[in-house]
């Protein structure tokens, strides 16, 4: 079974420049995650869309960070414009559907690098 | 939300058992405990996830006292491959309401 996966792997932008990342979650899972996650901190969660939906996007900072899950599938992850704090390793994540037994599978990341 | 405390840091010696204990005294009668470990450059992987009383698999053991407000994970005979960072979470019975905290980091030496 293939796992999760997200591009590109790495990035380096300058500030104020725009940039998106992708992931493609494990086949059939229903719902998908992304995070961020600082250098010494735990992953913190962004958004989680259920399908299409989205659950959960309480800390996503609407007014620069945008993502989409189009037909239930692919998401991608949007900053515009990105800030210096922004520098991190973006997370994606899916499980089989939602509720609390259930393990979420993770893709390898994407460093991004805010110059 | 359940805030969770684990230890900032662990060492350990090759073979040995490990335990890290993690304090949730605010967690509600619907939520579970999940353990995940993430290596570096790695995202996190899961490891174990339970309610009550004690969960084994082939990778490790959680107990969970009656009033649960803490767990334990328990890691039988370390080896070098086990160093990583080690979370505790308390997840909701709909999948929500969770939050990765710092994490345990577990050194093991030879």
């Known amino acids: 079974e293939a796992g999760v996966a997200q591009s590109p792997r790495y990035k380096i932008i300058e500030k104020r420049q725009s940039v998106a990342f992708w992931c493609n979650p494990i086949?059939?899972?229903?719902?998908l995650y992304w995070y961020q996650q600082i250098l010494g901190q735990g992953p913190k969660l962004l958004i989680q869309?259920?399908?299409?939906?989205?659950?959960?996007d309480s800390q996503l900072p609407k007014d620069r960070f945008s993502a989409e899950r189009l037909k239930g599938v692919d998401s991608t992850l949007k900053i515009q414009p990105a800030k210096l704090e922004d520098s991190a390793v973006y997370l994606c994540?899916?499980?089989?559907?939602?509720?609390?037994?259930?393990?979420?599978?993770f893709g390898p990341g994407t460093r991004l690098t805010v110059l | 939300l359940a805030k969770t405390t684990q230890p900032i840091s662990m060492d350990s010696y090759e073979g040995q058992e490990v335990n890290i204990t993690c304090s949730h005294n605010n967690i509600a009668t619907n939520d579970y405990i999940t353990w995940y470990q993430q290596f570096p450059s790695q995202g996190p992987r899961f490891i174990i996830q339970?309610?009550?009383t004690k969960v084994t698999n082939e990778v490790a053991s959680l107990f969970i006292p009656a009033d649960r407000k803490s767990s334990t994970l328990s890691l039988p005979r370390v080896s070098l491959s086990d160093t990583a960072v080690y979370y505790c979470?308390?997840?909701?019975?709909?999948?929500?309401?969770?939050?990765f905290g710092p994490g345990t980091r577990l050194s093991v030496l030879p």
């Open positions: 979470l308390v997840v909701d019975n709909y999948g929500q309401n969770f939050v």
């Open positions: 869309f259920q399908n299409n939906g989205v659950v959960d």
């Open positions: 994540a899916s499980s089989k559907r939602q509720g609390a037994y259930n393990e979420q599978f």
């Open positions: 086949s059939g899972h229903a719902t």
């Open positions: 339970g309610y009550k």
